[in-house]
């Protein structure tokens, strides 16, 4: 250990005024100088990032724990520069680095290159874009340091290609809190943890991990945020948290929290909301007045609130006596029961969206009131539908408050420092395209040049970013071309979006891990962090965290104060129960596509059923057996009863919750059976494993085992 001590004054430092790897990544002066002058890539240890590295320089498995831009990657690169340096002559160490993200495979193959070719190590990289060019073995034989997607490895693993970790002196984990469940980070180490507890003598690598945030789970106290964090040790055979502790001064001015500021949208937006629709009524109900004298006692009943049950109630019985109403001239009398007719269901449609706006989100109401006017729009449209119509579509503050708020936030921001950088993040890729364009056309906005980042995925229609296109757009933003990136979930991982200032969530929340990262993505001085949500919930989940967030620091700080014996006899344990629970399942459960999985109600998100008992009836008809379903559901009787093949429509079933209703489908007869008949449009799909959810708008596009009705099922 001595030993290693006395290398550090042997590592060149270099010193650099700017935080962490920008100067790595950047081009700041050719290739061709890299390697007769030291200068080019000038950066000094700070003390907070030796006392990062030093358990890991000491050979012990780590979990490096420190904010988002205090350079981590840096520490790495000293871990990694020790750890090759230490091998005699004649021996070699072999380094792997694991990336999730493809831009940060890049960047961190980048960076390894620059900093290690120049001291005469090989840096290569594999990821899935590549791995079916390259030959993987050979690969890693040839290299010193190994960049690589951690699925390269687990698939090498599988097929023999690799025949033991063995080949690896040390490993790196970026973002290893990732190290869970069936992610391909515990993959490899539930390889790695075989070799450990089995038989074999071969030597184990090394093992660190980076990250911000460890995480605590569903932890609700400390015993079980210590249990949490315990895991994810064992998980990475960890016996050391390293966080920065002697020199926790020097990496607060580094590391600049931003100012975190909350924003809801909702009162301002529901009280206009509410304000318009009353409006509206008002008119409506005037109009309706006006029409005809002799209707005119209906309106003289006190007390009417808008929004209400008594409306609801109020306006039914004015409905009724209208359809009653009778004169001597019947081409009159149809002229005002058809008006009365549009003016009192507009006016229950008015007060039905009232009601859903309090209860559910504004967006639920207003569709339901667009949907309303689009039925209308296709159906008889005569001069007074136009006329309510049009009055509708007047009101342009029905459109959302949100990006107003964003404008607002924006204008002040950029008016404060026209060199403002921002990272907007939302959560799907639909609103990333919806939200540049409404930049783009929004000419008070021009000062604003807007870039977009999404991952690579295949999800839904949409086709993700390639890899030169992601690339493109972090080099415009780092070179002052864009001035505000548009991103989805893929840019809140490690990648190196220097020096933005101002970063906004839009309705964007996750768990304590992604609220540590995004924080960290706005690196410059006097940066600000906007949450903005019409929703309560979201609000509230955002100071959960921050609860949480503290809970994970107590914890750890208490993990490190046991000894390290006591430490590593608890990590040997659950190490050895996880084996034992892993090896005792049957593989097959690990095919992902016949694994059970959840269906939640898709607007309350409620638990449904398990897709292990559904039942497909002549191919296209799903129902659910067992009793705990029927819990779920209330049923109506349905509008339209009908009878088709086997089946006999009788009733619509709905979500059971209170305030959600969201339609199901539908119950039938079918032979002698009475089942329900649930439509996958109305359900989100949850992986078991992953937590993972998804959604169909057909049966056919959701690929699960799939079992055949069998009558006799159902006597049980
Ligand atoms: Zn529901």
Redesign the pocket.
Known sequence: LEDNRMEHSDIQIFYQEDPEDQNLSQNSCPPSEVSHTNLCSPLKARNYQLELALPAKEGKNTIICAPTGCGKTFVSLLICEHHLLKFPQGRKGKVVFFANHVPVYEQQKTVFSRYFERLGYSVTGISGATAEKVPVAETIENNDIIVLTPQILVNNLKNGTIPSLSVFTLMIFDECHNTSKHHPYNMIMFNYLDQKLGESSDPLPQVIGLTASVGVGDAKNIEEAMAYICKLCASLDASVIATVKENLEELEQVVYKPQKISRKVEPRTTNKFKLILCELMKETEYLAKSISEELGYLFQIQDRVFGTQKYEQWIVAVHKACRLFQMPDKEEESRICKAMYLYTSHLRKYNDTLIISEDAQMKDALNYLKDFFSNVRTAAFDDIEQDLTRRFEGEGCFQNRKPLETHLILQEEYHLNPETRTILFVKTRALVDALKKWIEENSALNFLKPGILTGRGKTSNKTGMTLPAQKCVLDTFRSNGDNILIATSVADEGIDIAQCNLVILYEYVGNVIRMIQTRGRGRAKGSKCYLLSSNADVIEKEHINIIKEKMMNDSISRLQTWDEVTFQKRIYHIQNQEKFIRDSQPKSKFVPDKENKRLL?A????LACYTADIRVIEESHYTVIGDAFKEHFVSKPHPKPLSYGNFEKKEKIF?A?QN???DWGIHVRYKTFEIPVIKIESFVVEDIVTGLQKQYPRWKAFPFKKIEFDATEMSK
């Open positions: 109600c607007k309350c998100k409620v979500c919750r959600c209703g969201h």
